[in-house]
């Protein structure tokens, strides 16, 4: 069986759809609401026949310059409809380990979230350093990656 198949999508908060993709601009930070960014995280999304579900994993979070590691520390992530989960810092990473086991299915399926609800998690990432002093284009390519345990 061939290996999980993932693909990400997100969305600000106030938009309607979901944009596919391995990059998503969320704009620019404003001092007086956090950015708010949903996030589905996809196993064999429009699949046509199974591949092995995706478990026993985290997620770390990283910037593209090491140098921006500090703006993790106004990062949080939460299971959609969930809990917060605290990042666990570890050098210039942040690691999103889930309270409890996560699966998302590999089953073939059709790509709506309301049927294909066991092939994929939906998350939020949450931006907010209300009162800090941050310069334009101070939070830049946070990167997601999926890590196997």
Excluded at 55 to 73: P, S
Excluded at 113 to 132: D, H, Q, R, V
């Amino acid at each position: 069986m061939e290996k999980p198949q993932i693909t990400w999508c997100a969305k600000l908060r106030k938009q309607e759809t979901f944009e596919n993709g391995e990059r998503f601009y969320a704009g620019t930070y404003v001092d007086s609401e956090p950015l708010l960014v949903d996030i589905q995280l996809w196993n064999n999304r429009y699949g046509l026949t199974d591949v092995e579900s995706l478990k026993d994993f985290d997620i770390e979070l990283y910037f593209d310059n090491v140098e921006d590691e500090a703006l993790l520390d106004y990062c949080s992530i939460a299971i959609t409809n969930k809990e917060q989960i605290s990042l666990k810092r570890i050098g210039s990473r942040g690691i999103v380990q889930f309270p409890e086991p996560q699966i998302i299915s590999g089953e073939k399926n059709n790509g709506n979230p309301t049927e294909a609800y066991n092939n994929y998690i939906g998350l939020t990432l949450s931006f907010a350093a209300a009162g800090k002093c941050l310069k334009e284009n101070d939070l830049k390519s946070l990167n997601f990656e999926i890590v196997q345990r």
